[in-house]
């Protein structure tokens, strides 16, 4: 099973709120749905987790990688957008465990497809996550190979615009689906 994580989707978590005042949550939920629906016809099941149980963020995430290993996920992406106190703050990172090898290639993978549809934007690069680190416990919990996706910045009003834009979106479930289907081999 794909599963496609929704981040900031514990009871009260919305995450970043966009210069438009759309949550990191509300945004990333719609773009997993698009995402899900470009990778019907590969041959793996793919879930749309867009509800974690538990009261806090490891609870949380010790609750989706128990899901996860029940449901026999052969990967895990969990979307995000970065945001920042700087409104000019902008570009596109994929980060991944410091000891996964497969999380890293499922990284590398994604960023290349983002690359390739996002030639113009500033690239932040591939960052390896060590203990303490952003989203550390998604990362140290998948049963399998996992990546953290920050495709722009909702705080920049020009990176907010050019993704929220269906086209926007459609590019990036896009090369979502394109990284994944590259990291499979298919």
Known sequence: MIAICIGHSRSGDKGAVSVTGMTE?????????????????IGHPVEVITKYEGSNYT?????????????????????HFNSADSPKAQGYEYLHHEDS???????????????VRFAGNVNRGIKPIAPGGRGFEF??????????????FG??????ILYNKETGRNRLAEAYAAGIKQFLGI
């Open 155 to 160: 705080s920049n009003e020009v990176e907010w």
């Open 59 to 79: 609870t949380a995430q010790k609750w989706l990688g128990e899901y996860l290993k029940r449901k026999n996920a052969t990967l895990a992406i969990e979307l």
């Open 139 to 152: 990362l140290r919990r998948t049963p399998c190979p996992a990546a953290m996706n920050e495709p722009f």
């Open 101 to 115: 090898h497969r999380g890293r290639d499922l990284a590398t993978a994604l960023h290349s497809a983002h690359r």
């Open 25 to 41: 949550h509300a945004f990333n939920a719609r773009l997993g749905n698009d995402v899900a629906a470009r990778l019907t016809d």
